[in-house]
T-cell receptor, first 116, second 117 residues
């Protein structure tokens, strides 16, 4: 079974500073990888995804993530954070089987705090 | 194109009552997933359905919980005889059919927050 680890429960970053959120996964093959963001009381919004091909993927809101097979990692980055980026960030792994995709396995999330 | 819709957004039930949570997938999506988010925990997969079929229910509690996705109408997650431990946010996600380039991408609804008194 696959698993996802987000080692940082909380991260505090100053507005305008760069950001990197860590994500490590465990799975025997190359999974599908996702980053979602959740604001308080809201649903999850897809930031970006990796299926195959170029290991550096671009997402919405200026986010990017890099898939590193050798490190089983899929870290999320942003060069300059804005106060509106404060939220909970979830890394997720999925696999495809049969005619569709299985349920996703999520990390426990990283709570991002932005300091003015 | 409307996103995934869930209702109600908030639901309060007393212990022993039934809770029914509804999910309408995005237009053109035929796969529905239900997840539960408990306080201090991440999201946990519960069940994966296609129209009129349960594909994977490995994450569903064995008792009191059931799900359906009928030919017509929304998907329903049903919790019978609720207990305080069922208090959580329940999220629905949908994805397109296989053959679509996005078929393994899940889009989430706003969730239903269930409170059991």
């Amino acid at each position: 079974a696959q698993s996802v680890t987000q080692p940082d429960i909380h991260i505090t970053v100053s507005e305008g500073a760069s950001l990197e959120l860590r994500c490590n996964y465990s799975y025997g093959a190359t999974p599908y990888l996702f980053w979602y963001v959740q604001s308080p009381g809201q649903g999850l919004q897809l930031l970006l995804k990796y299926f195959s091909g170029d290991t550096l993927v671009q997402g919405i809101k200026g986010f990017e993530a890099e898939f590193k097979r050798s490190q089983s990692s899929f870290n999320l980055r942003k060069p300059s954070v804005h106060w509106s980026d404060a939220a909970e960030y979830f890394c997720a792994v999925g696999v495809a089987s049969g005619g569709g995709a299985d349920g996703l396995t999520f990390g426990k999330g990283t709570h991002l705090i932005i300091q003015p | 194109n409307a996103g995934v819709m869930q209702n109600p957004r908030h639901l309060v039930r007393r212990r022993g009552q039934e809770a029914r949570l509804r999910c309408s997938p995005m237009k053109g999506h035929s796969h529905v997933y239900w997840y539960r988010q408990l306080p201090e925990e991440g999201l946990k997969f519960m069940v994966y359905l296609q129209k009129e079929n349960i594909i994977d229910e490995s994450g569903m509690p064995k008792e009191r919980f059931s799900a359906e996705f009928p030919k017509e109408g929304p998907s329903i997650l049903r919790i019978q005889q609720v207990v305080r431990g069922d208090s959580a946010a329940y999220f629905c996600a949908s994805s397109p059919t296989s053959g679509d380039s996005e078929f393994n991408t899940q889009y989430f609804g706003p969730g239903t927050r269930l409170t059991v008194l």
